[in-house]
């Protein structure tokens, strides 16, 4: 993996990233007028084995959240991943998600284990809200989904290629280059719902101007049952830059100009979270 | 002892539940277009109506009718970003007030205020109920993961000898409204299908995109769609079958959650409305029509509920929830409830008398009256001057439209009268067909008994 988040935005510059936005939004729906036309960035600090993502709901773009990655090696056959993803709510409580999963080395980065747990708090590591935190393991064997949420067992089919739904980013950014032709899969969706008929297959290339250079833009399109057709956009240096979904945006941004006081704090929550 | 989990979804239509298509054979009803196991599960296992309405095609009006079983009118919430009465008890303050049952709220509220998403404390808090503090979300796609996440932890966690009813406000398949509204003010978007490999799975048109008759008020039909053709509608619709699709997902985690607690709880899923979905070349709500009128209703609970009946015999509506629970609880009814006890449905039983037909408001001064096989519309033509004095005049006074109010009666020359029975797709007006006269009088006197019967709402909480 590479790790220049921030290099790529600062690159693109100003006019590239409107250009970018003006055409994919072409094909959405009128979502990125505004968010990738921020300055550039201050700081060219490179973030390592991580990245942040924002959602950025077009008619609301002050309400937002966040999700971080890590990956790490285990073996010559499994990598481990660390997901934290964070909802905003404006009540004073945040709605968190964080797992850690045990995935293959292969095309979709299927995940075979994992712990999740979840809470509504005000943040991560404070204590969560009364009744809303829940604790579970998951693991797949033989085409067979085995739960524990709670202290309960629940198993269900799953059959054929699957991955975790916020695996697809780290599968397609491990695997974006060998990606030419489409292929289907299961989607694990939010700790343990299936849903299957999910697609994936290269979608347009742009070759953008940017401040030194131009540079391309590869991306793919995922559609699938509950999926509103979806596009993941690389840079060249093969990392998912972008996820654009109906209003929905999960988006790479950079964190100084974006960021006001009480977004540092929660960056830095982020930045301290550590495998 | 039984708990209540409602779950209420945002502009569902009915048809739009996979397992329904061998009710709507046409493949122009969503059924054949969506997936949805989890939704098919609560019908197979539980009790499920396809003669189910909102009392009004409208967020507010219709969630407001939902927590009091007071009709419009008389809860006062006769169009969105109006509070309820004062003098109406919802719900929650009712059973606050009548037993030990606490009542909590997660997620989209919209049933009177401003706002959609109710807060723990202040100007949002919820009368009488305990607010889950998620915070806001103006689209499904980040709110409803908060609410099913938050909603199926409380179920799974909360204390197995407190009583209690937590609503679960999902928003999807609202979030089609954004694919519409941009459509017209952006000019940016173009068709999944220009750019996916989708085109077996886009749905048809409706069947009655085009007809010939004038609807009363035909000035201020609403909303118009902006210039969809026919492929952009086959591409409407075909997000909107995603959006039910996460709504299923997310219907999954509850499920789950409650069936992990292992106890007699009830699952109650339902919409507030439905969506235009092209028909009549429609989007959103606010229409007289079926697909904004016609509304999921499932009830879910293997331990004290028949399994796998469908109804599709009984007019059944939003208002009769709250009386199916108090019921259920044995605590008391509200006085000058609207709704029926839904108990001897669910449990096989004959219910003795029950409505010959169904009253449903459309926007602020439209009226309907669905019976066994007829549908009546009709508006009055509106007489204030904006929703402020139309619901209160500056002094204080209470005006609103409806029996003694002090607005004229003047109505709409063009009516409609529909055959369901022949005309599902409601393309042929007959309310100019000399055929019908008895039906037509046998629907305006249905009509004039509720008008005597409904009891105007007076005091509004405006936030």
């Keep these: 993996m590479t790790y220049i988040t921030d290099k790529v935005m600062i690159m693109m510059g100003k006019a590239a990233r409107q250009e970018m936005a003006d055409h994919i939004s072409k094909r959405f729906y009128g979502l990125l007028d505004y968010k990738i036309t921020g300055q550039p960035l201050k700081s060219k600090v490179q973030w390592e084995n991580e990245y942040m993502i924002f959602a950025c709901p077009h008619s609301r773009p002050d309400l937002k959240g966040y999700m971080k990655m890590i990956k790490y090696p285990l073996d010559n056959e499994r990598h481990g991943l660390k997901i934290r993803l964070c909802r905003f709510g404006n009540d004073g409580y945040h709605c968190f998600l964080q797992m850690n999963l045990e995935c293959l080395n292969d095309f979709l980065c299927t995940p075979v284990k994992w712990t999740f747990e979840t809470k509504l708090a005000k943040q991560w590591d404070e204590e969560a809200y009364p009744y809303t935190c829940q604790q579970g393991e998951c693991f797949v064997d033989r085409g067979t989904l085995y739960e524990t949420i709670n202290g309960k067992d629940r198993s269900k089919p799953l059959k054929g290629n699957y991955t975790f739904r916020y695996n697809l980013f780290d599968a397609i950014q491990t695997n974006g280059e060998k990606m030419d032709g489409a292929f289907s899969f299961s989607i694990i969706d939010e700790l343990n719902v299936i849903k299957k008929d999910n697609m994936l297959k290269p979608y347009i290339e742009l070759n953008l101007p940017s401040i030194n250079k131009n540079m391309d833009i590869r991306s793919y399109v995922h559609t699938g049952q509950s999926v509103i057709p979806a596009v993941y956009g690389l840079g060249f240096d093969g990392r998912v830059l972008f996820y654009i979904s109906g209003i929905e945006i999960l988006f790479l941004i950079n964190r100084e100009n974006e960021l006001s006081k009480g977004w540092k704090n929660l960056y830095e929550k982020l930045r301290n979270y550590h495998c | ?463």
């Design chain 2, 1 to 463: 002892m039984k708990n209540f989990v409602i779950i209420i979804v945002d502009q569902m239509s009915m048809d739009c539940i996979s397992l329904y298509k061998k009710y709507f054979k046409d493949e122009a009803y969503l059924a054949h277009w969506v997936d949805t196991p989890n939704l098919d599960r609560m019908i197979n296992e539980g009790v499920s109506f396809t003669r189910s309405y909102t009392p009004s095609a409208v967020c507010c009006p219709a969630r407001a009718s939902l927590f009091t079983s007071r009709m419009p009118v008389e809860h006062g919430v006769i169009c969105n970003n109006i509070g309820i009465d004062r003098n109406v008890p919802n719900m929650g303050e009712w059973f606050g007030d009548h037993s030990d049952y606490t009542m909590h709220y997660c997620g989209k509220w919209h049933a009177g205020g401003k706002w959609n998403c109710p807060q723990k404390e202040g100007a949002r808090k919820i009368p009488g109920m305990n607010v889950l503090p998620i915070g806001e979300h103006s689209n499904g796609s980040n709110l409803d993961y908060k609410v099913s996440q938050t909603v199926s932890a409380f179920v799974r966690n909360y204390d197995k000898d407190k009583p209690f009813i937590l609503v679960s406000g999902l928003l999807n398949p609202h979030d089609i409204c954004f694919w519409a509204h941009d459509f017209g003010v952006k000019d940016t978007i173009k068709r999944s299908s220009d750019f996916f490999d989708i085109e077996n799975h886009l749905p048809p048109v409706p069947p009655n995109m085009d007809y010939d008759f004038i609807e009363p008020d035909k000035e201020h039909v609403k909303p118009l769609p902006p210039h969809f053709n026919a492929h952009e509608w086959q591409n409407y619709l075909y997000d909107y079958c995603r959006m039910v699709e996460k709504i299923d997902s997310d219907v999954e985690k509850i499920l789950n959650a409650v069936e992990d607690r292992d106890d007699d709880t009830f699952v109650i899923f339902t919409s507030d409305h439905g969506d235009g979905l092209g028909r009549h070349g429609r989007i959103e709500k606010w229409h007289p029509y079926e697909g904004s009128n016609k509304i999921p209703l499932i009830f879910w609970n293997p331990k004290s509920i028949c399994k796998g009946f469908i109804n599709n015999s009984h007019f059944v509506n939003l208002l009769d929830i709250f009386p199916t629970i108090c019921d259920y609880t044995g605590v008391e009814m509200p006085p000058h409830s609207r709704g029926l006890s839904l108990k001897p449905l669910l449990e096989g039983k004959e219910p003795g008398e029950w409505r010959d037909h169904i009253y449903i408001d459309y926007e602020k001064t439209g009226r309907i009256i669905i019976s066994e096989r007829y549908k009546y519309v009709m508006k009055y033509k509106f007489s204030g001057n904006d929703d402020l004095q139309f619901i209160r005049k500056e002094d204080g006074v209470f005006e609103s439209f409806g029996k003694g109010a002090g607005h004229t009666y003047e109505k709409y020359s063009e009516r409609m009268l529909f055959d369901l029975e022949k005309d599902p797709w409601e393309k042929v007006n007959l309310y100019n067909n000399p055929n019908y006269k008895e039906v037509l009088s046998w629907h305006e006197e249905k009509l004039k008994e509720w008008e005597e019967k409904l009891i105007p709402g007076m005091h509004y909480d405006r936030n």
